[in-house]
């Protein structure tokens, strides 16, 4: 029996060709994603330790910075040979140009003890008192920075200054290199920089003698409550267990989009043995009347599956090692490499040969076990080999009552609240489609190919009727594709609807010429009063919020505060100014006041001139009840929270000066700040859109491997379909048609099938979207549904073009036997 199943694969080594490709296409995500997390993994081993080479002990801070005055008393301990404080935060360069240096800059307090320093220095020297800094050397050279040059270095706490360049340094590789500066003062500037009231931790490097666990005990004896002492391995676990959580959660979403191109590889080889046990009818019946048991027909066709599934697993293994290998060196390239390089390891070998194996062998399981239902005296007939396939009234039944489950889920989520309903709805959906597609989807090939047959006429009319010949298989076929087109289209038309809600709240919220915004942190101290002293401004607004007492207290502009509202429920917001608010209806409701009460916030009291209503306010969520809000000019909120930032400041040009006249007052002022940006409502509205961008281009990468296996089993299903119909192709060619007609014949049966899955797929992928922006709507936010038709519509055109592309191959050997002898085919 071994010897015919090895012949069988040798005779049906192209039909099974395509079939495997899509377990190799599978394999090779799940292989590449774990090896090139393998290699991230071994990377982030190697460099947990890269800044903690000559530390011993740290003392880490538990509930907050650690006081400068804690370092010099871990000085002080008996065995301490050097001990300083470490802080890690952002700041930003002024470039030779007098622009800031591009990127996001990380700035880092070096130890001034030679015991603890572990920079690799590329020229000159670390800094070792106050006025002097290190760059990283990339940054130095492409700014033209030498030693001795003055470099303007600010953060939040005001204006860059000017500190003595004294050395550069290399970063490459470690936590410290995120594709910015790397910018590195003595710890007393990184406290004055970066605004933070102590450091993260102490590092400790013990005299010769003392052990690890001894200093760290007296440490911790030194220094109390409020912090933990760690040793040298602990550190090193801490980094290690760090980077692998962040490692692991990037793992968790690529093996789930893995894992979706998987199950279409699932679905692909389902059809594909489907078809091939049914071709081989004559075959099976034959082996049972020489004495075949049902048995050995199924543990055969098993075994095949068994050993196409582990070549293919292999081949897609090493794929998969190749794939890694190049997206490592393109991540170089690009200025972003992944330390650690290449990791092939065993578990990711045998997980591959495993999984693609069993899904081979699972998808293989349910044809099996059908094609030994053929009884022995089918060999004397043709019954056996009449096109089958239609689904039962059980599973059509099934499939409607699970879709209209699926839909019902969709519609339920927004007035319900709840998010699970949309997955749920979204996959019940789609499992009803499965279940019904026997009779959806030849329905749906009907109906998109009767404009087709109207204007092609015969030919078009065969490809219709042989794509619905076999109701299961082009359903199958069509299925696969309705899991990779119907998730790019959720992204697609979610990511668009998104976009155009945060469009309409910037213009809905944001109503003045130029934004000033911080990099990465909070604007700095001083940066909105410069640009209030400059007379070519006349709107200056820092958006700053706080709470206190269960209420969110908001700074206000008295020429701005209208454009949010939503109803002014009493008196006038006009008078809004200093000692005066604005409450919001809810909290007016609950504590009584009108116009004219006086409320009192930290001890100051204000006088309330109107009670308004905020529909934003009113749905956000956080930490106080919704609409318990109250507004306050801006000096009166400095004056209440003298020391709370924010991240957005909004001006507008003084009357009777141009937006030109404006913008270089601005970015004379915002020169000096290399941690700010300057930018208008069109520019703003791009940043704020530009990461759902980048969200949805690697998700339809990612998702694309699906859609292209999924265009795979169109390809495999026609080629077989073409073998399955040799004798009947013959017949048409004997009677007239010409070669031409027959490619338009396999290319619009590839089409329709294409078309339907993907109009399947958009259709779910938008019925997803919309729920899930219905759910947000209510949740919080202007969020409706838009559907972005150019982007569908390419969708649409590349799953035509890609099935016309798939159709040239079965084609091509439908017209390369001569005629006569495909008329003797058997």
């Not at 030994?372 to 089918?378: G, M």
């Not at 490809?463 to 199958?476: E, F, G, I, M, W």
């Not at 048409?732 to 339907?756: Q, S, W």
Request: contains cysteine; hydrophobic residues 55%; proline residues 4%.
């Amino acid at each position: 029996m071994i010897r015919l199943i090895l012949r069988t694969l040798r005779a049906d080594a192209v039909r099974l060709l395509l079939s495997s490709l899509a377990i190799v296409l599978g394999v090779a995500f799940i292989a590449g994603t774990l090896t090139f997390v393998d290699g991230m993994r071994a990377g982030a081993y190697e460099r947990a330790g890269t800044f903690d080479r000559h530390t011993d002990v740290d003392v880490y801070g538990e509930t907050g910075p650690i006081p400068p005055g804690l370092v010099d008393r871990v000085r002080a301990v008996d065995g301490v040979a050097a001990a300083a404080g470490e802080l890690v935060g952002t700041a930003g360069v002024v470039g030779a140009d007098g622009r800031p240096v591009l990127g996001f800059a990380v700035l880092a307090a070096i130890p001034t003890e030679d015991a603890l320093r572990s920079y690799d220095v590329v020229a000159g020297r670390l800094p070792d008192r106050p006025g002097e800094l290190v760059l990283d050397a990339p940054t130095a050279a492409e700014e033209g920075f030498t030693l001795g040059t003055a470099v303007r270095v600010g953060g939040t706490e005001g204006a860059a200054r000017p500190y003595t360049l004294v050395g550069t340094v290399d970063v490459a590789g470690t936590s410290r290199d995120i594709g910015g500066p790397f910018i590195g003062l003595v710890g007393p500037d990184a406290l004055a920089v970066t605004g933070e009231p102590g450091y993260a931790r102490v590092m400790v490097a013990a005299r010769p003698g003392v052990s690890e666990v001894e200093l760290a005990g007296r440490v911790a004896a030194a220094t109390g409550d409020g912090v933990s002492v760690r040793t040298r391995q602990q550190i090193l676990d801490a980094a290690v267990d760090d980077a692998v959580r962040d490692l692991r959660q990037f793992t968790m979403v690529l093996l789930t989009f893995a894992g979706v191109a998987v199950v279409v590889a699932g679905f692909v080889i389902a059809n594909t043995f489907a078809i091939l046990l049914a071709q081989r009818t004559w075959r099976t019946a034959l082996l049972r009347l020489v004495g075949a048991t049902r048995g050995q027909v199924f543990r055969a066709a098993l075994l095949e599956s068994t050993l196409l599934g582990l070549v293919a697993s292999g081949l897609g293994v090493l794929l998969g090692v190749a794939l890694a290998g190049g997206l490592t060196q393109l991540m170089a390239r690009l200025d972003a490499p992944i330390p650690g390089g290449l990791a092939v390891s065993a578990p990711t070998v045998l997980l591959g040969v495993a999984l693609g194996t069993a899904i081979t062998v699972g998808a293989a399981l349910l044809p099996a076990w059908r094609g030994t239902r053929v009884a022995p005296v089918a060999a004397l007939t043709d019954a056996a080999v009449l096109p089958s396939g239609r689904a039962g009234r059980l599973r059509l039944g099934l499939g409607a009552v699970v879709f209209a489950a699926g839909v019902a889920a969709l519609a339920g989520a927004a007035p319900t609240g709840q998010v699970v309903l949309v997955a749920a709805g979204g996959v019940l959906a789609f499992f009803g489609i499965v279940l019904f597609g026997p009779l959806l989807v030849p329905a749906l090939v009907r109906l998109f190919g009767w404009p087709v047959r109207r204007v092609f006429g015969a030919t078009a009319a065969l490809a219709v009727a042989n794509a619905v010949r076999n109701p299961r298989r082009v359903a199958a076929t069509a299925t696969a594709l309705v899991i990779g087109i119907g998730l790019v289209s959720a992204f697609v038309v979610g990511a668009g609807s998104t976009k155009e809600g945060i469009e309409r709240s910037v213009d809905a919220q944001i109503g003045v010429d130029f934004l000033v915004t911080g990099i990465g942190a909070d604007l700095p101290a001083g940066l909105a009063d410069e640009l209030r002293a400059r007379p070519e401004l006349g709107v200056v607004h820092e958006q700053r919020g706080a709470v206190a007492d269960g209420v969110r207290v908001r700074a206000a502009h008295p020429a701005l505060v209208g454009r949010t509202l939503t109803e002014v429920v009493a008196g006038d917001p006009g008078r809004l100014g200093p000692g005066t608010a604005l409450v919001h209806r809810e909290l007016a409701d609950q504590n009584g006041w009108t116009v004219g009460s006086t409320v009192t916030v930290r001890g100051r009291a204000l006088l309330v001139v109107a009670v308004v209503a905020d529909g934003a306010a009113a749905q956000a969520a956080g930490p106080v009840p919704a609409g318990h809000v109250i507004d306050v000019v801006d000096a009166d909120f400095t004056a209440i929270f003298p020391d709370q930032r924010g991240y957005l400041a909004e001006v507008d040009p003084a009357d009777g000066v141009t937006a030109e006249q404006a913008r270089t007052a601005v970015e004379q002022v915002v020169a000096r700040y290399p941690t700010v940006n300057l930018m208008d409502q069109a520019g703003y509205k791009k940043m704020l859109t530009s990461t759902v961008d980048m969200l949805l281009a690697f998700v339809t990468a990612l998702l694309g491997l699906a859609v292209v296996i999924a265009l795979v089993g169109v390809a495999n299903t026609l080629s077989l379909s073409v073998l399955e119909r040799t004798r009947e192709n013959a017949v048409l060619r004997a009677v007239g048609l010409t070669r031409g007609r027959m490619r338009a014949m396999l290319a619009f049966e590839a089409v329709l099938m294409a078309l339907v899955g993907a109009v399947l797929g958009i259709c779910l992928g938008a019925g997803v979207s919309a729920s899930a922006m219905a759910l947000l709507g209510r949740i919080g936010g202007d969020f409706r549904v838009v559907l972005p038709i150019g982007q569908l519509g390419l969708i649409l055109g590349v799953a035509v073009v890609a099935a016309l592309a798939a159709s040239v191959v079965p084609a091509r050997r439908a017209l390369a036997r001569p005629v006569v002898e495909a008329l003797a085919d058997q």
